[in-house]
């Protein structure tokens, strides 16, 4: 709380006038009485003193009190602040390309000390990168046998980190449409004007399904100038996958996976992009830290502050006051000579 005009405080010195006159007032009382005629001098003393005159001086002294503080408080114009932040769009759009094929099982990465699979891992970091990215327009396409779009880019990211949760292993099929996926998510990226466009492709197999090749895809990226980063998930070496044995138990299994590193090196140079290969945790968060930092923020900050007057309320209260102070000096607690 704040005042806009402080100086109206020292109208304040006045209230003494109030409680002065109140002892004026008592003083007259008395000598009024000292002056009247008494058939029986020694009773004057003894004269019972109504309740209306003995408190009527001090309920106008406080009513006329109230009302001059009131009213001072009303004048010197309080004040509450408030202010926030408007964020604007920071004008880059960034669509996540995200392999959900059935290679995502592969359990080689560990959190805790536990294993974790593939997508779970890849999950969590992504969930990260979308929360620093305020800001910033982000979509998101899956991929499997099939490539579609499961969040068109938005700045609401609250909805997009429950689509990525959403995210199930086998979705979208088994194979691995990498030139597909890329191509979904040109036709989402082309369609809004912005200064930055950038593609996070993330896969751990090599290019099956679709009707178009990764590197045409590559091409056309190049020319709608957007930039496609390639990360190159799990190792390349054989991965342990669950399964269920004879007895419904689960058990491990050591799967060989193929790979495809020269593909993703190649989109990534074709675009002016960047190729990473994370093989742990630990990793793809540096990867995904990595890219944030080059494709960094461009925050349109507006600060707004607004002031709310409060001196309603006081400035009622000081009316009220002063007509129940005119009413009742002029009624009730009216002083006769």
Known sequence: MSFEAPWAFLLL???????????????????????????????HGSLPTSIRARFGPW?????????????????ARPQTTSSFTEIEASGRDIMLVMDVSRSMFALDFIEDGKRINRLQALKKVVKTFIEKREGDRIGLVVFGDQAFTQCPLTLDHHVLLKFVEDLEIGMAGDGTAIGSAIGIGLKRLKQIEAESKVMVLVTDGKS????????????????????????GIGGDGPAPFPMRDIFGRTVYRERLMEFDEETLQEIATITSGAYYRADNLETLSKIYQKIDSIEERVEKENQWNFKEEHFLEPLLAGIITLFLYILLANSLLLKLP
Do not use: C, M
Not at 13 to 42: E, M, T, V, Y
Not at 215 to 222: F, G, N, P, V
């Open 13 to 43: 010195l006045l209230a003494p006038l109030f409680w002065d006159g109140l002892k004026g007032a008592r003083k007259q009382k008395i000598k009024n009485l000292d002056s009247l005629p008494h058939a029986f001098p020694s009773a």
């Open 59 to 75: 309920i106008l002294s406080v009513l006329g009190t109230f009302t001059l503080v009131a009213l001072v408080i009303a004048l």
């Open 208 to 231: 099956n399904s679709g009707k178009i090749s990764p590197i045409e895809s590559a091409r056309i990226s190049k020319s709608l100038g957007v930039k496609i980063y390639t990360v």
